[in-house]
């Protein structure tokens, strides 16, 4: 039988709700579920849909894995909206629906140095692969934020990792953290491996510097998506070849001269 870690084939599978705990307020939260019998690339998602919604909402919701252990699979959310408020009032007596792994998820070396770039929940993806990795000592961390630090699991990296958080409350706090994403991509670039993960107008930024600076850059993108399996046509993103494809199943991990923002 391969190892776990080795078994990255989609699935769908009823899982338990172990317990959801809230983070900084009750906006944010962390949604413990029963470990599913598969490995996952960090990057890659997952689609859910509870038991209790019925037919209303109509479509599952997709959420970056957090992190997997033996004990449960761990996804952080946010409530933005009628789909994650109602997820996080679900109660350990409920189950839900949940297909993946889905994406590609990011690849990189673990012998060569590591440049994280997180935006608010763009630090998700990352939680698992900062504590597995085997060269702690290898990765900067840097994380831009607009809500206390205490709402995100940024406490949770391990100390041995070059990290450094930015809140951005003013259009001045905004102007200094793309300043110091500049530097910092300007700075690294030829070393090693860039990663980013967050909103839109923040991967823009990352994307500018990195083609800018000639960096070895893969960011993640949060588009919104309906089915995660590329059928519905709901999260395609643009290319430099001037076509669309599917975030879900071209992605949602791609390199930074080959997407459009």
């Known amino acids: 039988m391969k190892p776990e870690t080795d078994n990255l084939t989609p699935s769908c599978l009823k899982l338990g709700i172990q317990a959801i705990t809230y983070a900084g307020s009750r906006d944010f939260f962390h949604l413990y579920l029963d470990p599913p019998q598969w490995g996952y690339r960090p990057g890659q998602f997952v689609m859910i849909r509870?038991?209790?919604?019925?037919?209303?909402?109509?479509?599952?919701?997709?959420?970056?894995?957090?992190?997997?252990?033996?004990?449960?699979?761990?996804?952080?959310?946010?409530?933005?909206?009628r789909g994650t408020a109602l997820i996080s009032r679900l109660q350990p007596s409920d189950k839900l629906d949940l297909w993946g792994p889905l994406g590609n998820g990011?690849?990189?070396?673990?012998?060569?140095?590591?440049?994280?770039?997180?935006?608010?929940?763009?630090?998700?993806p990352f939680m698992g692969l900062c504590k597995k990795h085997p060269r702690p000592?290898?990765?900067?961390?840097?994380?831009?934020?607009r809500m206390d630090i205490g709402c995100y699991p940024f406490s949770e990296l391990p100390r041995?990792?070059?990290?450094?958080?930015l809140r951005q409350q003013t259009m001045a706090d905004i102007r200094d953290f793309q300043g110091i994403l500049k530097k910092r991509i300007?700075?690294?670039?030829?070393?090693?491996?860039?990663?980013?993960?967050?909103?839109?107008p923040f991967l823009k930024v990352v994307r500018e510097y990195s083609l800018e600076f000639g960096a070895d850059a893969r960011i993640s993108l949060e588009n919104k998506m309906a089915c995660g399996v590329g059928a519905c046509l709901?999260?395609?993103?643009?290319?430099?070849?001037?076509?669309?494809?599917?975030?879900?199943?071209?992605?949602?991990?791609?390199?930074?001269?080959?997407?459009?923002?």
């Open 50 to 81: 509870p038991e209790v919604w019925s037919n209303d909402p109509v479509w599952p919701r997709p959420f970056s894995i957090c992190e997997k252990t033996k004990d449960c699979l761990r996804l952080f959310i946010q409530v933005v909206g």
């Open 106 to 124: 990011f690849v990189y070396d673990p012998d060569d140095p590591l440049l994280i770039l997180a935006g608010g929940m763009g630090i998700a």
């Open 137 to 145: 000592d290898q990765v900067e961390f840097l994380f831009g934020h």
């Open 160 to 165: 041995q990792i070059d990290r450094k958080h």
């Open 186 to 200: 300007r700075d690294f670039s030829g070393r090693g491996r860039i990663l980013a993960c967050g909103p839109s």
């Open 234 to 261: 709901g999260c395609v993103a643009g290319t430099a070849r001037g076509e669309y494809v599917q975030t879900c199943t071209h992605g949602p991990v791609f390199r930074a001269d080959e997407i459009i923002l």
